[in-house]
C-alpha cells in the first residue's frame, strides 16, 4: 500500500500544478483541500470512492468521489499528460457511474474549473452535464 501512496501523493501534486493556470483554482484549493500525506486514512474511508487507472501495470492516473448522502460527487480526476487520449480517464468516470449505480445514489456530481476544456469534455462524453455555474467577485 505505501507505494500505492507514494505515488497517489506523486500524482495529486502534478494535478494541483496543472490547475493553477485555470481560474478558481484557489478557491478549489480551500473547497478540496490537497491530501498529500493523509492518503492512508482516505484509502480507508467509507464515504470516500478512489479508482487508480494503470497502463501496463503503472498507475497513470486517479479519480477521488465523495458520497454525502445520495449523492458522491467526484471532487478530483487526473491522467498523466501522456495517457490522455488513451481513454484512462473515460474508464475511471465510467467505473464511477458503475460504484453510484450500485450504491442506489440519486446523481453523481464532478467539479471541473472554468476553462478546463479536458475535464469538462472528459464529463461531457460520460453524460455529466452542467447543472449550476457559480460565478464571483473579489470584493478585496
Not at 505515488?7 to 490537497?34: H, M, T
Not at 470516500?48 to 454525502?68: E, T, W
Request: proline share 2%; with cysteine; hydrophobic share 45%.
Amino acid at each position: 500500500m505505501s507505494q500505492d501512496v507514494d505515488v497517489l501523493v506523486l500524482l495529486e501534486s502534478e494535478a494541483r500544478l496543472s490547475l493553477k493556470e485555470f481560474r478558481g483554482a484557489d478557491r478549489l484549493a480551500i473547497e478540496v483541500p490537497e491530501i498529500g500525506n493523509r492518503w492512508p486514512q482516505v484509502l480507508t474511508d467509507g464515504a470516500m470512492f478512489v479508482l487508480v487507472g494503470c497502463i501496463d501495470s503503472v498507475v497513470m492516473g486517479y479519480l477521488i468521489a465523495r458520497k454525502l448522502d445520495q449523492l458522491a460527487t467526484i471532487e478530483q480526476v487526473f491522467v498523466t499528460h501522456d495517457a490522455r487520449n488513451l481513454g484512462v480517464g473515460d474508464a475511471l468516470v465510467s467505473a464511477t457511474l458503475s460504484w453510484a449505480r450500485d450504491q442506489n445514489l440519486t446523481a453523481l456530481d464532478a467539479l471541473a474549473l472554468p476553462g478546463d476544456r479536458e475535464t469538462k469534455n472528459l464529463y461531457e462524453r460520460s453524460g455529466l452535464v452542467a447543472r449550476l455555474i457559480t460565478v464571483t467577485k473579489k470584493l478585496g
